[in-house]
Every structure is written in C-alpha cells, then in structure tokens.
C-alpha cells in the first residue's frame, strides 16, 4: 500500500510540475513576457518595465492581486469543506481544468492580440493567472506533502547538493536518494511541460493547452486525493 501511495504521489507531482512548466512558458511567449504560474516573477519584470517604459505594465501589475483572490477564494472553499468532513480536492483540480479550458477559448477568441494593453490581452493573461493560483493553493493545502511544482529553483539547488552528498557518502545518504528519486522526475517532468509549452504555441498556438487541461482533469478525476508525504 505504502509503494502504492508514493507512485501516485509521484505520478501526481510529476503532472503538476508539468503542467506548471506548460502554462508558463507559454504564457510567457503568447502574454508578453506573464508568467501565469510563478506570479513572483512578474514583480521582477513589472519592476524592469516601469524602469525603461515598456508597454504591458497592466496586465503584470493586475496579475498579482487577482493571483491573490483566486488562492484566497480556494482556500476558504477548502476550509467550508474541510470544516464539515468532506473531500473538496477533486473539485479544485477539476476546477483548474476548467478554467484553463476558458482560458483557452477566450485567448482563441481574442487573438491575435492588438497590444500587450488590450482588455482581451488582459483578460485572457488573467485567467491563466487564476488557474495557477488554483493549482498553488492546492500544493500549499492537500497536496503540501509534495515539493513545489511551481518554481523549480528551490528543487534544483536540493538535487545538487543531495547528488553531491551522495557522491561523497556524506549524511543520511538512503533519504537523500529517496528524495532524488521524486525531485529529479519532477523537474525533468517541468522542464518537459516547458518545452511542449513552447512547441505547442508555435505549432498550433492556444489549442496547445488542451495538453494541460487534460493532465489537470485526470489528476481531479483519478489522483488520490492526499498524496503520501515525499521528501
């Protein structure tokens, strides 16, 4: 049962961090330079347009209070649930699918953007945002016993050193492996949704999300709901 649970946490993990790295890159070319899932990173580049006057200024400044409610709004439909013994991680998954479903029909709707200002660009950059906060309250909630499968930077500094450590027969050498064994799966698993991200835009442009949407239903439909506790 043990090795059961930790192949569907690994399964769940790697499909998130999947999905993270699909949205983001492609959010990233298609919206200007957002990044729908790593909201963080937009203050970087929010601070870098006001400082040589780049259009675009809205949409990465909106992005992050709206980042905000969704993961607020999530949160306490978790608590209303929790609060009465009832099992909502299904419904936030399935949620996220959803609306990455709309996010995908408005952007096929709206484009070609006219510019990095424009309520549709806006609009469309927005919903991508929402559904990742759905997907980082989840992984902050009833799926906190996973790495981050948003921002991989954290996750790749752990598998250096434990890979160094390993090397050198250096501490809890077992738990290090163990740990490798998910967070290296991972961030191949993001490294790989980036890269789709990138060739599906250029290929067939938003209809590329339907590759997304379908990882985060099967997850809403099929994941347990608490994956086991992985290092």
């Known amino acids: 049962m043990q090795k059961q649970n930790t192949l569907s946490a690994r399964a769940t993990m790697s499909l998130l961090g999947y999905i993270s790295g699909f949205v983001d890159t492609l959010g990233f070319i298609a919206l200007f330079g957002l990044f729908p899932a790593h909201i963080t990173g937009n203050v970087v580049l929010l ?17 992050i209070p709206v980042f905000i409610a969704a993961a607020i709004a999530t949160r306490l439909y978790l608590i209303h649930h929790e609060r009465r013994s009832r099992d909502a991680s299904p419904h936030i998954l399935i949620a996220e699918a959803a ?16 510019n990095q200002d424009g309520v549709a660009t806006i609009a469309t950059g927005l919903l991508a945002a929402t559904a990742m906060a759905v997907q980082n309250t989840a992984a902050r909630t009833f799926l906190n016993g996973l790495p981050p499968t948003t921002v991989m930077t954290g996750n790749l500094m752990q598998i250096i050193v434990d890979i160094l450590d390993v090397m050198h027969s250096h501490g809890a050498v077992d738990a290090k492996r163990a740990r490798l064994a998910n967070l290296v799966p991972l961030l191949l698993s993001f490294s790989a949704g980036a890269l789709c991200g990138a060739i599906g835009y250029l290929t067939i442009g938003f209809l590329a999300l339907i590759a997304p949407i379908l990882a985060a239903l099967t997850l809403g439909l099929f994941a347990r709901p ?6």
């Open 47 to 63: 601070a870098a347009s006001f400082a040589d006057y780049r259009s675009g200024l809205l949409l990465k400044l909106l992005a």
């Open 99 to 114: 609306l990455l479903a709309v996010f995908m029909a408005v952007a096929l709707a709206a484009t070609p953007f006219e």
């Open 226 to 231: 608490h994956p086991a506790t992985v290092a």
